[in-house]
């Protein structure tokens, strides 16, 4: 029944295998990610040495990433415009779900590149009044560029975001980013001290634009690139069954894998897919699945008093398992020298994190052990599916910047979680659901011990 399914997906996938995905590089300045601190330690599998079951749940986790990206971009494309600088206007609340894990902190600056109507011309005024970045995603959630105020001081300029192989010139003046896929996804973050800090980085927004590069350099203007479609599903419900492959294959004909390993994996896929028995692309797939859902609950690189830290992340290589989890729980995560997600979901005692029956958590910072930033810190609280939970007190987060935050006597700050106003904390107080909750604090700009890894994260303790 399903055998026109393997036949319409392989050559999709043999084309896709066959393309570099890359192209030369001119002697123009690149803008490029760094290697992150901690770096995490790829295990391949040749795919010559996988088989049925295991080579589709294999190409499974290998194409996931792209897939989340896909609809997200196809999502807010359509509600936004391609080739488009969005701004957002006011902080993040339960009705923001597009992207999982959104903040309270930052105003986001987004768009969703489309580079096969060509290069895109990002141009940014001087910003040192306040932290900010651009993240350059590649549809392979691969942070593979940044400006802002740590790659690149804060300084205005124009930054050109090009496709593979493109060989053109840039104008005076103008800085070069490669782009490994045509579809790019730019993440911008503003810090906001609070809602009147907004209009500040309005007035940010109305001196920077994004626009094609022919409009600088007075080319002629290239046709619109292809429309996105719409997107089969939302990006939080990727499908585990061999429908999965159709979609998948339509997305590796835009943006071909960008290494090797990824290359040859999506070839053998191809090849043999015919041959499949159409019940093994369901097995497959739902195998896939599985393991980037245990992938998510088990934490990363480190577990700490329940803190579950990952600093590899953000680029990623062929390490597939890591990009998988992190596109499930946190797409569009940064390098860790730009910011640290540390996640707890269980408590001291391992005890899953749960607000019902009047329960109550704490968590102390110990004098003069507040997380080291060069930025800002925050604690925000999520639902199990990564978003926030709608509270009638309508907080969400914690940080450096909450007013009204009281030390104690011996210089400890003592955060109290629960869903019902427990009394006394005040600004201390960080209501949470009433049922299972997660946890995610942020450090941007980490810096000495969380920048190293060494920083101790304190628990999160049940008061009994």
Do not use: K
């Amino acid at each position: 029944m399903r055998r026109p399914i393997a036949l319409l997906v392989a050559p999709a996938l043999v084309a896709a295998a066959c393309s570099s995905g890359s192209g030369d590089r001119s002697e123009e300045e690149n803008v490029t990610a760094p290697t992150p601190t901690i770096e995490t330690t790829a295990t391949t599998v040749a795919p010559d040495e996988l088989s049925g079951a295991e080579l589709v749940a294999e190409a499974y986790v290998a194409g996931y990433p792209l897939m989340v990206t896909i609809r997200t971009m196809q999502r807010l494309g359509g509600l936004l415009g391609v080739n488009n600088l969005f701004w957002q206007n006011a902080l993040s609340g339960p009705d923001n779900r597009f992207i999982v894990a959104p903040n309270r902190d930052t105003l986001y600056s987004i768009a969703v590149l489309d580079l096969r109507a060509g290069p895109m011309a990002l141009t940014l005024p001087e910003v040192t009044d306040r932290y900010y970045t651009y993240q350059f995603l590649d549809a392979w959630t691969e942070s593979f560029a940044y400006v802002g105020t740590r790659s690149t001081g804060g300084r205005a300029g124009t930054w050109v975001v090009t496709p593979p192989g493109w060989s053109g010139t840039l104008p005076e003046g103008a800085e070069r980013i490669d782009s490994p896929t045509p579809q790019v996804f730019l993440l911008g973050r503003f810090l906001v001290d609070d809602a009147a800090d907004v209009a500040n980085v309005d007035a940010i927004r109305r001196q920077a634009s994004l626009r094609p590069l022919s409009e600088i350099s007075g080319e002629a203007e290239a046709p619109a690139p292809p429309p996105l479609g719409e997107p089969a599903g939302t990006a939080q419900a990727i499908p585990a069954d061999h429908t999965f492959f159709p979609e998948l294959a339509a997305a590796l004909a835009v943006n071909p894998p960008t290494t090797d390993h990824q290359r040859a994996l999506f070839d053998r896929f191809a090849a043999v897919l015919p041959d499949l028995d159409p019940a093994l692309l369901d097995e497959g797939a739902a195998a896939g699945s599985a393991r980037i859902t245990d992938l998510a609950g088990a934490g990363a690189d480190r577990l700490v008093d329940g803190w579950s830290v990952s600093t590899g992340i953000g680029t990623y290589g062929d390490d597939l398992d890591t990009r998988a989890m992190v596109a499930r729980i946190g797409w569009g995560a940064n390098v860790a020298e730009e910011a640290v997600y540390p996640v707890a979901r269980v408590d001291a005692e391992q005890a899953p994190l749960d607000g019902r029956g009047g329960a109550i958590y704490r968590i102390t910072f110990p004098a003069g052990e507040l997380p080291p930033v060069d930025a800002f810190w925050s604690l925000s609280v999520y639902g199990p599916d990564m978003f926030f939970a709608p509270h009638q007190s309508g907080r969400y987060t914690i940080g450096d910047r909450t007013p009204g935050l009281v030390l104690g006597d011996d210089g400890s700050l003592e955060i109290v979680l629960s869903h019902d106003d427990p009394g006394d904390p005040g600004a201390n107080w960080l209501p949470v659901p009433d049922g299972p909750f997660v946890l995610m604090l942020r450090l941007y700009l980490p810096a000495g011990p969380a920048a190293d890894g060494s920083y101790h994260y304190p628990p999160v303790v049940a008061e009994s």
